[in-house]
Nanobody
């Protein structure tokens, strides 16, 4: 089975930085479009950043210029570099994406378990 595992969350002060990682494991053929979402207790889950296999990135307006999504397909890993963090960035961050695998066969959409990011003021 394919699994996504996030890491890199934690507690940081306003203005600080964190780098989230998400590694896919299993019988993987390819990671296609990969995304980072976040959800806080007061907000619905929102798409923070996405990155296609061709390298096209899109960002939530509120994180543009501060966050950068990247990928290492050789390592089946995506990253989210978060700089100039603000208290409103506090949320659980989830990795998500379309992944082709041989077990199960075909492409499916997968979610990680989430990693907590807390930005103190």
């Amino acid at each position: 089975q394919v699994q996504l595992v996030e890491s890199g969350g934690g507690l940081v002060q306003t203005g600080g930085s964190l780098r989230l990682s998400c590694t896919a494991s299993g019988s993987i053929i390819a990671l296609n479009t990969m995304n980072w979402y976040r959800q806080s207790p007061t907000n619905q889950r929102e798409l923070v950043a996405s990155l296609t296999r061709r390298g096209q990135a899109n960002y939530l307006d509120s994180v543009k210029g501060r966050f950068t999504i990247s990928r290492d397909d050789a390592e089946n890993t995506i990253y989210l570099q978060m700089n100039s963090l603000k208290p409103e960035d506090t949320a659980v961050y989830y990795c998500n994406g379309d992944i082709a695998s041989t077990r199960p066969t075909g492409q499916r959409n997968y979610w990680g378990q989430g990693t907590q990011v807390t930005v103190s003021s």
